[in-house]
């Protein structure tokens, strides 16, 4: 009996330190994106791009960088009237990161071929703690108003 008392003991005593360490995880960022879009632009080398950033994780975490492969992506910040090229956005714990026109927002430059609605255009979003996410963006009619306002 004392041989199979300490195996036992031994895998209670591992159990229990694995789920001491399975609580850290909970306050990781937990990304995922939505509601993404590209009005179909106007310019042939310009067009801009809207999408909410959702972190339900316990950790902030922040947006680093935009890429895509039909040009440039930047990053801007729109207040009072006055647009600013960022390097970086906050995506808060529990909390979300909105892109929508009027405010925070994605620039296309530099394009390589001119986006149509009915398109899709590829991303990468790269963030400071988090792996990097992979979307995809509807190109849309240029007058689209999409239901969650942005």
Not at 40 to 61: C, I, S
């Amino acid at each position: 009996m004392k041989r199979a008392a300490l195996p036992a003991a031994a895998l209670a005593a591992a159990l229990a330190l694995a789920g001491c360490g399975s609580g850290q995880g909970a306050g990781e960022p937990e990304l995922s994106v939505s509601a993404t879009y590209m009005p179909q632009p106007v310019a042939a080398d310009m067009a801009a791009g809207f999408l909410t950033v959702t972190n339900k994780g316990g950790e902030q975490d922040e947006l680093t960088s935009v890429s895509s492969d039909i040009g440039r992506v930047t990053m801007h910040s729109t207040s009072g009237g006055t647009m600013a090229e960022r390097t970086s956005f906050a995506v808060p714990a529990h909390g979300r990161l909105v892109f929508r026109s009027g405010g925070n927002h994605l620039m296309f430059e530099q394009l390589k071929q001119k986006p149509h609605q009915g398109q899709t255009v590829r991303l990468k979003l790269g963030f400071a703690r988090s792996g990097p996410l992979t979307v995809e963006m509807p190109v849309r009619s240029a007058t689209y108003n999409p239901s969650t306002g942005h």
